[in-house]
T-cell receptor, first 114, second 115 residues
Framework: DAGVTQSPTHLIKTRGQQVTLRCSPK?????VSWYQQALGQGPQFIFQ???????QRGNFPDRFSGHQFPNYSSELNVNALLLGDSALYLC?????????????FGDGTRLSIL | DAKTTQPNSMESNEEEPVHLPCNHS???????IHWYRQLPSQGPEYVIH???SNVNNRMASLAIAEDRKSSTLILHRATLRDAAVYYC????????????????FGKGTKLTVNP
């Protein structure tokens, strides 16, 4: 039973570029959340997708956008990259209306901005 | 979101018990208390959660104070594999239609386990 998979594992971009990160949820899960983790900090919630719609959003600018596909996989897009966007980007999956059920995380994509 | 206070770091010896404290004095009556941990170079993983009474699973035990303003994660016999950052996360019920609750992480406690 495959867990949450993210690609790529590492990525290097320059300021001003755009990036797309991908996430496949754990089998049987239909909700995907994205988090940003800066070095030495805890993960910060970006947004959550369920039924192909953004359902919740954290305090992140519109440069951060996402998409969920019919097969529940998801993409995170970041436009006009800034140096401060350098971080580990984590994807978590869960089952809808699964209050208090564990969320399953991937091992993340390490994004470096030069 | 309830604020949490955890020690920045703790140290333990292998095969000894470890008690990881968390203060969450602003927790609401409906918030569950979740614990996740993050091993080096990995994403967070669920450890345990509870509401009012103490909870046990194969990984750990969770002791919740009677006033719910604090909780303690107990690892009964620490192993080297338990070296990780441990996060205590009070989680309110989701207010949206469908989906799941968002997790609000603090800085957590970095646990070092000595051989």
């Amino acid at each position: 039973d495959a867990g949450v998979t993210q690609s790529p594992t590492h990525l290097i971009k320059t300021r001003g570029q755009q990036v797309t990160l991908r996430c496949s949820p754990k089998s049987g899960h239909d909700t995907v959340s994205w988090y940003q983790q800066a070095l030495g900090q805890g993960p910060q919630f970006i947004f959550q997708y369920y039924e192909e719609e953004e359902r919740q959003r954290g305090n992140f600018p519109d440069r951060f956008s996402g998409h969920q596909f019919p097969n529940y996989s998801s993409e995170l897009n970041v436009n006009a990259l800034l140096l401060g966007d350098s971080a580990l980007y984590l994807c978590a999956s869960s089952l809808r209306d699964s209050y208090n059920q564990p969320q399953h995380f991937g091992d993340g994509t390490r994004l470096s901005i030069l | 979101d309830a604020k949490t206070t955890q020690p920045n770091s703790m140290e333990s010896n292998e095969e000894e018990p470890v008690h990881l404290p968390c203060n969450h004095s602003t927790i609401s009556g409906t918030d569950y208390i979740h614990w996740y941990r993050q091993l080096p170079s990995q994403g967070p993983e669920y450890v345990i959660h509870g509401l009012t009474s103490n909870v046990n699973n194969r990984m750990a035990s969770l002791a919740i104070a009677e006033d719910r303003k604090s909780s303690t994660l107990i690892l009964h016999r620490a192993t080297l594999r338990d070296a990780a950052v441990y996060y205590c996360i009070p989680t309110p019920p989701t207010e949206i239609q469908g989906g799941s609750e968002k997790l609000v992480f603090g800085k957590g406690t970095k646990l070092t386990v000595n051989p």
